[in-house]
């Protein structure tokens, strides 16, 4: 039990006093990041390192490693409350919390969500304690050739789970796609759909592309008839109920082991094992069909999972020095600057120090929950607030949140745009989250087939030969006959029961 | 949330009969087959093969060709199986006005922002979007508490470079 | 409120174009208000931990913030033309590396030395043949004769099209006779990580990169392609020493657009002086397998254009790629 004695001698580390207070310092800092939009724990973490050159280097990576998990608490609060992912992971979150919110059960859909987050950031740390090394190795047969099987199954759920229709699912999807390929392209740098315009260099950026679609939508959508707005009348209960609590923990257990696995998988994103987790759980459910209208489970599995990703990812870094996200390779280079290299050497050499960021990220996550759960119940009454005031008062703060993204109106200007196409998309149905999804995975997809065929000398056939990858390829294929059957079937019983 | 629900029926008729009985679908459909074949057409400005292996045309140039595919069929189903037409689909020229109030006020800020500075196009931005809704000195008192507020946050304690 | 200061940080760092749209005229001394760093590659790779340093020691010089930003992609062709194109007020650097002059012979971007005004070079960064801890060849020999037994089939993993460590990989295939497949990756990092993952079969990428890997014992490193061994793997040859005639390395610094006015620059230049010469740098230089090397605007403006000359040379006899 050489790892559970680390775990012990850790807490000295973790409970001195400063220690506290940097953790508490840095998940307070994530929080804040991940609540308002555009800014996100990446470029928290970033801009906070150079400040932590005078602390001590247990401190300063306890600091910047609680700005990574505090955010992803934080970007669930604008997603309930009024509809706008702070960044991909936060996107599905969307369809079922914000469902939830003009429910009156917002208290209820971020009760869970921070009980899901600290269960899921809790138990991937002591998978990270206990078994991260050989598992680590496990990680690293995830090549180029795998990772575009992992993003085709990611995409399969998408388009097969979101919305009533499989072809308007196939738009949005497509769409997101199509705009993934805008600007400069990843293997040869040759810029594509450009329109010689300098801004879109670089592809549009997400936080403004997801604020549009959803956050501006959903302002003028509720502009319409201000009188009419589904204000609830009263919040139903600020924490979730019993029952609920006994019905999310599946989806509390089962996100917890994908965000885990697919945080070991580096080059992945935060909102791959959200999207995967909220797929599972409407696939298992006894009543699907309450997805998409408030179910608790689609706020309760995706929020475990990112949260629990985060521990995940810190295992390829502290055991191989592996950065698996651009977050974590931020945290790289932090190590790298307090004279330290991540790897088995440092558990051999400074077991204070890594038991004593393993410990703090126990004790930050309990902070968080510290936080958020009596927070629940005073962000929820936001939903209160009379639309006629609300909706202008976030309308500027959209707008300042996509001006912060380049300090530029071009943002704001792009964010209207697709407020627009998503106020449009909303009457004909077309699902969002999709888009918004498809945007994230369709880069790192092609990248990852333009890599693999180069190393299996131009062929396709690595993709079948990679057991991993044939074996994902396979769950695809059966994800999306399913999908195109139930699709069929629902057609049918519409046709059956409503003869035109 | 007037109608979203799954099937709509048929046409209407009403006031602006012509408009409202447009398919919706069919003309998103259009527009995003337009989109794709731009997007497709110019695809082939892009070396399909490079000296690295798949070139940077390559993908878009199927993922655009499936996508005008995929455009078809939604425009197919769309004046099929489900039809949604305007007048089903999108609220009366009340609530449209609304909708076009705010979209028109954040027109004027970008216009506005950096002539006038934040201060005056968010106040402006604010009033717009509050008088049809509130009298008007609580509308003005409003709307200017509010941009000061969230200047003061953002440029002061953000440090957000706002003009 | 102390917080206050954290906030302008985490605020600005989105500022990646910041300098594009804003009006704000540079009115009085430089700097007005805080300084963007543009690194056109991945962060956590040796030149965002660079640039990172040096932001921290000009910030000191400079009494204004100096923020880092990443925009990777395109063998750092993104970044770069970003900066180009930014107004030439020295409020948007750019971290240089070696890339800049080998866009044009690859026809990457139109970027070359003269598209920017240097501010100074800071370090050379030398590049490693690695390969995984278990692989068959124990020497440079062994693994040309691999290579040469298997043409094509020896995937070397670089940091993207036409990156140094794909020229790198190049010249070591063209100055061997062998061939090998070439893998691109966004930044180095990524192609670190296939190699401990065995998809690939070896990396010409910076000394630096691979350590973790090497102490973690995944990788063990054939020969540094440095003129002199490596102080931070001392018992790991040269390619000289292992009968390969041929040297190659990386080096990076700073510029900020053409035209930036003579008083900034000359700024810039004096706080990138100061800012590579504490030992804070120097000593994380070393520790990351890199070399400090300070020329001033004017060597590094010399020194860039001969490089321009000397890649170019090599560039179009190699015929890169097929």
């Known amino acids: 039990m050489e790892s559970f004695d680390g775990l012990m001698s850790g807490f000295a580390v973790a409970l001195t006093w400063q220690n506290l207070l940097y953790c508490l310092i840095g998940v307070t800092v994530g929080q804040l990041v991940g609540v308002l939009p555009g800014v996100g724990p990446t470029t928290a973490t970033a801009l906070l390192i150079p400040l932590t050159y005078g602390m001590s280097p247990a401190s300063a990576i306890i600091m910047l490693s609680g700005i990574y998990y505090g955010g992803m608490y934080g970007g669930t609060i604008t997603s309930v409350l009024i509809n706008t992912p702070g960044e991909a992971a936060s996107v599905i979150t969307c369809i079922d919390g914000y469902k939830m919110a003009k429910q009156g059960r917002a208290g209820a859909a971020l009760g869970i969500a921070a009980l899901g987050s600290f269960i899921g950031g809790i138990a991937s740390v002591i998978g990270l304690a206990l078994v991260g090394p050989p598992l680590a190795e496990l990680a690293l047969r995830f090549g180029p050739t795998e990772m575009f099987s992992l993003m085709v199954l990611g995409l399969t759920m998408v388009v097969g789970l979101m919305g009533t229709s499989i072809v308007r699912g196939l738009v949005a999807m497509f769409f997101g796609l199509i705009l993934s390929t805008i600007g400069m392209d990843p293997i040869s740098g040759a810029l594509r759909f ?79 094992p959200a999207l995967l987790s909220y797929s599972i759980e409407k696939a298992l459910s006894k009543t699907p069909e309450r997805f998409g209208n408030g179910a608790i489970e689609g706020v309760a599995g995706p929020e475990t999972a990112n949260n629990s990703y985060c521990g995940g990812a810190m295992i390829p870094l502290l055991t191989l020095g592996i950065p698996s996200s651009p977050t974590i390779a931020i945290l790289l280079g932090a190590f790298i600057m307090h004279g330290l290299t991540p790897g088995p050497i440092l558990f051999k050499q400074n077991p204070d120090f890594v038991w004593g960021v393993i410990d703090s990220m126990l004790v930050g996550n ?59 998309m909303k009457k004909l149905d077309i ?7 498809t945007y994230v995975l369709g880069a790192m997809m092609e990248k990852a087939a333009l890599q693999s065929v180069k190393m299996n000398d131009g062929s396709l056939m690595g993709l079948v030969e990679s057991p991993i990858s044939l074996s994902i390829l396979i769950l695809a294929t059966i994800v999306f006959l399913g999908s195109v059957y139930a699709e069929i079937k629902n057609k049918k019983a519409m046709l059956a029961g409503e003869p035109d | 949330m007037a109608s979203t629900e799954g099937v709509t029926r048929g046409g209407q008729s009403g006031p602006n009969g012509w408009i409202k009985r447009q398919n919706a679908g069919l003309w998103f459909g259009l527009a995003f087959l ?35 595919v995929v455009a078809i069929a939604y425009i197919w189903q769309s004046c099929t199986t489900q039809v949604f037409r305007i007048g089903d689909r999108f609220p009366g020229r009340r609530e449209l006005t609304n909708v076009a109030t705010i979209f028109v006020s954040c027109v004027v800020f970008l216009l506005l922002l950096n002539h006038v500075g934040f201060l005056i196009a968010g106040s402006a931005l604010m009033f717009i979007a509050f008088w049809r809704n509130y009298a008007l000195w609580k509308a003005t008192a409003l709307s200017i508490t509010i941009t000061v507020i969230t200047w003061v ?11 | 409120m102390k917080n206050g200061l954290l906030f302008s940080a985490i605020v600005s760092a989105v500022a990646l174009t910041g300098a594009t749209g804003s009006q704000v005229a540079a009115q009085g001394a430089f700097p007005q208000r805080e300084v963007t760093i543009v690194v056109p590659f991945n962060p956590g790779g040796a030149s965002d931990m660079t640039a990172r340093i040096i932001a921290k020691g000009m910030e000191r010089e400079l009494g204004k913030p100096v923020v880092v930003v990443n925009k990777a992609g395109g063998s750092g062709g993104v970044g770069m033309s970003q900066v180009a194109r930014s107004p030439a007020d020295g409020y948007t650097l750019s971290y240089i590396p070696v890339e800049l002059v080998m866009h044009k012979a690859l026809k990457l971007s139109d970027l070359e030395p003269a598209t920017f005004a240097f501010v100074g070079q800071t370090t050379v960064v030398p590049a490693a043949l690695t390969v995984p801890v278990d692989a ?23 940091s993207g099209a036409g990156s140094i460590w794909h020229i790198a990989a190049s010249a070591l295939e063209q100055n061997q006779g062998v061939k090998f497949n070439h893998i691109p990756f966004e930044g180095a990092a990524p192609a670190v990580t296939a190699l401990m993952g065995k998809h690939i079969e070896a990396v010409t990428v910076n000394s630096g990169e691979v350590k973790a890997g090497v102490d973690a014992g995944k990788l063990k490193i054939l020969a540094v392609m440095t003129p002199e061994r490596d102080p931070a793997f001392p018992n790991v040859p040269t ?60 060597n590094f403006t010399k020194f860039a254009d001969d490089q321009y000359v000397f890649f170019n040379g090599l560039l179009s006899k190699m015929e890169l790629g097929k």
């Open chain 1, 194 to 272: 450009t329109f010689g315009q300098p801004f879109l260099i670089s592809g549009i950026d997400l936080v403004t592309i997801a604020m549009g679609l959803f956050g501006l939508s959903e302002i003028f959508l509720g502009m319409e008839n201000l009188s009419a707005v589904g204000k609830p009348e009263k919040l139903t209960g600020l924490f979730p109920k019993r029952e609920e609590l006994r019905g999310t923990s599946g989806a509390i257990f089962r996100g917890t082991w994908l965000g885990f696995f697919i945080g070991l998988i580096p080059g992945t994103s935060s909102a791959v």
């Open chain 1, 366 to 424: 309990a902070m968080l929950l510290a936080m958020n759960l009596p927070l629940a119940g005073l962000w929820a009454r936001i939903a209160l607030v009379p639309p006629k005031l609300l909706y202008p008062i976030v309308l500027i703060l959209s707008i300042i949140g996509a001006y912060t993204v380049s300090n530029d109106l071009w943002d704001v200007g792009v964010m209207l745009v697709f407020g627009v196409i998503g106020y449009v």
């Open chain 1, 431 to 437: 699902p969002m989250a999709p888009i918004v999804l």
């Open chain 2, 34 to 68: 337009a989109f794709s074949v731009l997007f497709f057409r110019m695809s082939f400005d892009l070396a399909y093969m490079s000296k690295l292996g798949a070139g940077p045309g390559m993908y878009p140039r199927w993922l655009c060709g499936i996508s005008i």
């Open chain 2, 153 to 163: 946050v953002f440029k002061i304690f953000f440090s957000v470079p706002l003009p």
């Open chain 3, 136 to 158: 068959p060849y124990k020497t440079v020999a062994d693994f040309v004769k691999y290579a040469k037994a298997n043409p094509g089939k020896v995937r070397v993993g670089n």
């Open chain 3, 239 to 298: 390619l000289k020493e292992s009968g390969v005639n041929l040297e190659f390395a990386g080096w990076g610094g700073f510029a900020a657009p053409k035209g930036t006015p003579k008083p900034v620059m000359d700024k810039l230049s004096a706080a990138l002086k100061a800012a590579a010469s504490t030992d804070e740098f120097k000593t994380f230089i070393t520790s990351r397998g890199m070399i400090v090397s300070y020329r001033d605007a004017a």
